[in-house]
């Protein structure tokens, strides 16, 4: 299972490049439209941040799955084996809380946006779609979060992966 879950974050890390090589490429041809054509294309630079949101966030599920994100450990990994595997119960634990408590609270604002149709100035489209990103995204997170302290608690190893001594993969 694990094994296709990573693949399934690889594949959707491919899918979110692709993303952000179409927005490069829509930048460009609005650039070309409006200096060379005189002509913008006004719904451009709002897709674009648009889908800049989706990339961060989404984007930030992938990295929670491949432990990725940034982390001060200089001083735990110096603590003993028994030690780190109690801070790193700790820190998925409040990550799981802090995250999904912040998801909980950004429903409302989809909610909210979705109950008075917002839609972008330029693009038109529906605010509500994007910001929806913002607590799934924060949901997957915690649930990654809570997964792994569950784990951890009941496994009797010491939670102790390449990215936490210092070997990260570079895939």
């Known amino acids: 299972m694990m094994r296709f879950l990573d693949r399934a974050a690889n594949a959707f890390l491919a899918l ?7 927005m490069i490429g829509l930048t460009i ?15 451009a630079d709002e897709a674009t941040v648009f889908a800049m949101i989706a990339l961060a966030f ?3 599920v992938v990295c929670g799955w491949h432990r990725a994100e940034i982390r001060m450990d ?10 780190q595997r109690l801070l790193n119960i700790l820190q998925q634990a409040v990550m799981a809380g802090l995250c999904g408590w ?23 489209l529906p605010t509500w779609i ?28 010491f939670g102790l992966d390449q990215a936490q001594t210092g070997k990260e993969r570079i895939e």
């Not at 979110?16 to 179409?22: D, Q, S, T």
């Not at 912040?102 to 038109?124: K, L």
Request: net charge positive; aromatic share 10%; with cysteine.
């Open 130 to 157: 994007v910001h929806a990103l913002i607590p799934l995204s924060l949901f997957l997170i915690a649930l990654i979060a809570a997964v792994r302290c569950i784990r951890l608690i009941a496994s009797h190893d």
């Open 29 to 43: 041809c609005n650039v070309i439209s409006r200096y060379v054509f005189n002509r913008a294309l006004l719904w």
């Open 16 to 22: 979110l490049g692709l993303v952000l090589i179409a």
């Open 74 to 83: 200089i001083f735990a990994n110096l603590m003993p084996s028994a030690v």
């Open 58 to 60: 989404l984007g930030a």
């Open 102 to 124: 912040v998801a909980w609270q950004s429903v409302g604002y989809v909610r909210r946006a979705y109950a008075i149709g917002m839609r972008g100035d330029a693009s038109g």
